[in-house]
């Protein structure tokens, strides 16, 4: 039984001094997590928990597309950067170290020539391909100014994925699929996420996409046509006529970041009432770049005609922490955050009502608990002896999305349910169960 009094949770009564937003005040006043240097942050339990459910959303999309999940180390030899000639060309958010043997090393910030060394060492024939490899691992960027708490830090969990074809016709399908599955991500975090046409840096290439949450607190200037907010991507299927369109929907109307933004375009395109320029979050990237890293690497295959080819390479980019950023940044209202369900720690929390010289609640609280536990709904236990203002306000920090209260209202058959940031409903537990099950689909 996962109980308050046992909890790890070490919640702080006002905001850190350097928070700026929504989701740094709430993260670290909350207890999800903790600073340890300057852009580095612990995940504690609670944090951890959301941090793990977002990853899974995103691993469950990326299988759902044929992309095939491994793991590479954080630290990645100099070599492979030397030969595709990024190493002196990246700048200083790379961390360059030596071993003992005084061989040069880094910690990953990307892992384009990692992906593409395995990839040259074990596949020679066009048979092999398609190919979509991904890994969820810890970058590391020294960023000049980290700020925002985990939206912008030095160390960040990050989902990063590499399509390998043989023509650039095929690469284009692969590109597609992951938008697709992309969109499909953020939907089911509950985010509206909009493609941007949008520059593809350091990482190189000639097509790029951008997958930006309009927030106020973003640090991407965005402008698009206010009608790609009536896009609904579940009227989508994973089939290429159906991606097709999709890609066809959000590519018609105008939108781009700030360094692909023409003004003279947007007036021409976009009717004055439909314009829309504002501020995002970057929680996706999705860069085509041909054979820019197959070509000095080498990574070859035999076509059909026995003839050895560079394979086109797509990089496609989710920052995982950065999202559990993101989704406070678009759900907070009024200094509360709720959880969508899909992610949030716990699914629902009991709250009894007891004291010292009264117990009753805290007994019916265990019954009700396991009962919850026994449906699969993932619930905690409030079995302290604060007061009722105090339990209800750290479970608003929390940002817990139900709760069951037992207290004086409730009878044998109906409990008091409550969504956060809405009005109390009598319900038998009978009635919560299924209606929890069905928000979780």
């Known amino acids: 039984m996962l109980k308050m009094s046992t909890l790890f949770l070490r919640t702080l009564r006002d905001d850190p001094a350097d928070a700026e937003v929504a989701s740094h005040k709430l993260l670290v006043r909350a207890g999800y997590v903790r600073r340890i240097a300057a852009g580095i942050y612990s995940w504690l339990p609670l944090g951890l928990k959301v941090l793990k459910k977002i990853e899974q959303v995103v691993r469950e999309e990326q299988n759902n597309v044929g992309a095939q999940e491994m793991l590479m180390p954080t630290i990645q030899s100099a070599d492979i950067w030397k030969e595709s000639g990024r190493y002196n060309d990246y700048g200083q958010e790379m961390l360059r170290i030596k071993d003992r043997g005084d061989r040069e090393l880094l910690y990953g910030p990307t892992n384009e020539e990692l992906v593409t060394e395995i990839f040259r060492d074990n596949v020679k024939s066009y048979k092999s391909l398609p190919l979509i490899l991904y890994h969820i691992q810890w970058k590391f960027r020294d960023e000049i100014r980290p700020r925002f708490g985990v939206m912008r830090c030095r160390e960040f969990l990050m989902k990063d994925s590499y399509s390998f074809d043989l023509t650039k016709e095929d690469a284009i399908k692969s590109y597609n699929k992951m938008f697709y599955a992309y969109l499909r991500t953020f939907t089911r975090l509950e985010l509206k996420a909009l493609p941007l046409r949008a520059s593809s840096g350091p990482i190189g290439g000639d097509a790029s996409h951008e997958f930006i949450i309009l927030a106020d607190t973003g640090e991407s200037q965005v402008y698009l046509d206010k009608s790609l907010l009536d896009i609904d991507v579940n009227s989508f299927d994973g089939s290429e006529d159906s991606i097709n369109k999709m890609i066809s929907a959000f590519s018609t109307p105008y939108s781009a970041t700030d360094e692909k933004h023409s003004e003279k375009e947007f007036n021409e395109k976009v009717s004055k009432d439909k314009q829309l320029a504002t501020k995002g979050i970057e929680v996706g990237h999705i860069f085509y770049f041909g054979n820019k890293y197959s070509q000095p690497m080498k990574a070859n295959v035999l076509n059909k005609e026995g003839k050895n080819v560079n394979v ?45 010289s009264d117990i009753t609640p805290l007994d019916k609280a265990r019954k009700i608990y396991e009962t919850l536990k026994s449906n699969s709904i993932d619930a905690i236990l409030d079995d302290t002896l604060e007061s009722p203002s105090s339990k209800f306000k750290n479970f608003d920090l929390m940002g817990v999305p139900y709760q069951i209260i037992i207290g004086s209202k409730s009878n044998d058959d109906k409990l008091e349910f409550k969504e956060l940031n809405a009005k109390t409903e009598m319900l038998t537990i009978e009635e919560i169960i299924k209606k929890i099950k069905k928000l979780k689909g």
């Not at 759900?331 to 969508?340: L, R």
């Open 312 to 356: 086109e390479m797509v990089a496609y980019g989710i920052g995982v922490s950065r999202l559990v950023a993101a989704v406070i940044e678009a759900k907070c209202i009024d200094g509360v955050m709720k959880w969508p369900l899909v992610i949030s720690p716990f699914d629902i929390a009991i709250i009894p009502l007891n004291n010292k």
